[in-house]
């Protein structure tokens, strides 16, 4: 176990721990390896769409974990190590911007689940997926609505999926110091708005997007991706 202390939780986290009811679950049916599994990214305008897998051990707890949306930047990074030390399998998968573009994101999202699953090292017998919609496929699937807060799997995926993305950008903030990736991690916000008019995309930009109508021409090529029938629409 990782000698790294996390902070303590704040208040307002105490009462929100998620569970292990879905694991046991599906442990109890004979399935051994489990593997919780979330995405970040899908919603930002520049850098990869990434997804975390993890395999949870049966018989050893960690305390803190949490959905990574309701953590900070501070106490997720603190968290990273003890999970995936605590993790009897972890791994991170991404679709780059120029995948997203050229797959569109449903299959990009399929891509990233894809490459995290067969990076983990092991065969998973069951899937457990924050959300309605189901990006693995092969009917091992559960599907759970708010599994980032209340599947103790889930959550652990989410935070070693945000913490690697918010690295990978934060080291793109130095390439692309206007657009401010380094506080937004390529979401957007009014100085990431700003920074597009004036300069137009930066290279890790997704071009395919619909922010890209509103900007200044400036050479950049725009690229059309396909219609997402999984989702419904473009972006």
């Not at 190590?81 to 050229?102: F, K, L, N, T, Y």
């Amino acid at each position: 176990m990782a000698a790294r202390t996390a902070p303590p939780l704040r208040k307002a986290l105490k009462r929100q721990a998620p569970g292990l009811a879905a694991e046991r679950a599906l442990w109890a049916a004979g399935h051994e390896v489990v593997v919780g599994i979330d995405e970040v990214g899908r919603g930002s305008w520049a850098g990869p769409l990434t997804i975390g897998a993890v395999v949870l051990p049966k018989d050893r707890r960690i305390n803190k974990v949490r959905d990574s949306k309701a953590l900070t930047e501070r106490e997720r990074e603190a968290m990273f190590d003890r999970i995936a030390d605590w993790c009897d399998a972890w791994a991170v998968g991404h679709a780059s911007h120029q995948e997203c573009d050229e797959l569109g994101m449903s299959e990009a999202q399929r891509l990233a689940a894809r490459r995290a699953i067969d990076a983990l090292g092991v065969v998973p017998d069951q899937h457990l997926i924050d959300g309605k919609w189901d990006f693995v496929g092969g009917g091992t699937t559960t599907m759970i609505v708010k599994g980032d807060a209340t599947c103790l799997s889930i959550s652990a995926a989410s935070i070693l999926a945000k913490v690697t993305r918010d690295r990978i950008m934060r080291l793109e903030d130095e390439h692309y110091p206007a657009y401010d990736f380094a506080w937004n991690k390529g979401y957007p916000c009014p100085r990431h708005k700003q920074a597009l008019r004036g300069l137009g995309p930066s290279a890790i930009h997704r071009r395919s997007w619909a922010f890209m109508d509103d900007i200044p021409w400036t050479g950049a090529k725009r690229h059309w991706r396909p219609v997402d029938e999984d989702q419904g629409s473009l972006f």
